[in-house]
């Protein structure tokens, strides 16, 4: 009986020294699996998503105005944008082309369809392959110390710099208090 023991302890062992590996990545597997299996509320994935995709104009010209407010001189500042195009989105697609060609007669097909993606609970999405922020036209801005040339003239620097504006199109003015 206990030579019976020692011989089934003796092949477990030779059996873990063999196999440990194998059954130590199994295990990592389903460890790192089950970690990825923790639903996420749905209200928290669409703003997630909502925060990724849209660009917000209004936030952007209170963040750009709090940023140039902080020049010295500067005081309070209200910033203003125009823009030359907004934001795009560009979707992956499966593009197919035929094209037919006879004596006189020529015949050209195009099939364009966007990919889509299921989460598995009956909701569906386009694959989104790169979104491209806004460009911009012009910018007005409004501030207490535009009287100084200095001022303006980091103004108009900061802006163009941040925004991609050529100073032509850079309008900075006299703010009345």
Same mark, same amino acid.
């Not at 009956?122 to 392959?129: R, T």
């Given at each position: 009986m206990k030579q019976e023991r020692q011989s089934y302890q003796a092949m477990l062992l030779r059996l873990w020294e063999r196999y440990k590996f194998f059954v130590v990545a199994i295990l990592l597997g389903a460890v790192l699996t089950a /970690?990825? #299996?923790r639903p996420e509320s749905g209200s928290q994935k669409q703003e997630t998503k909502k925060q990724d995709e849209v660009f917000d104009l209004q936030a952007f010209q209170q963040q750009v105005a709090d940023s140039l407010s902080q020049i010295d001189g500067a005081g309070s500042v209200t910033v203003l944008l125009s823009l030359e195009t907004g934001e795009e989105s560009v979707y992956a697609a499966d593009v197919s082309e035929s094209s037919q060609a006879a004596e006189n007669n020529s015949s050209e097909s195009y099939e364009r369809s966007t990919s889509i993606l299921s989460d598995g609970?009956? /909701?569906?999405?386009? &694959? #989104?392959?790169k979104s491209k922020y806004p460009t911009f036209r012009g910018a007005m801005i409004l501030c207490e110390g535009a009287d100084d040339d200095a001022v303006r +003239?980091? &103004?108009v620097h900061a802006v163009s710099? +941040?925004?991609g504006i050529s100073s032509d199109h850079i309008s900075v003015s006299k703010r009345i208090q």
């Open positions: /970690g990825n #299996l609970s009956y /909701g569906e999405a386009p &694959i #989104l392959i +003239l980091q &103004i710099a +941040l925004c």
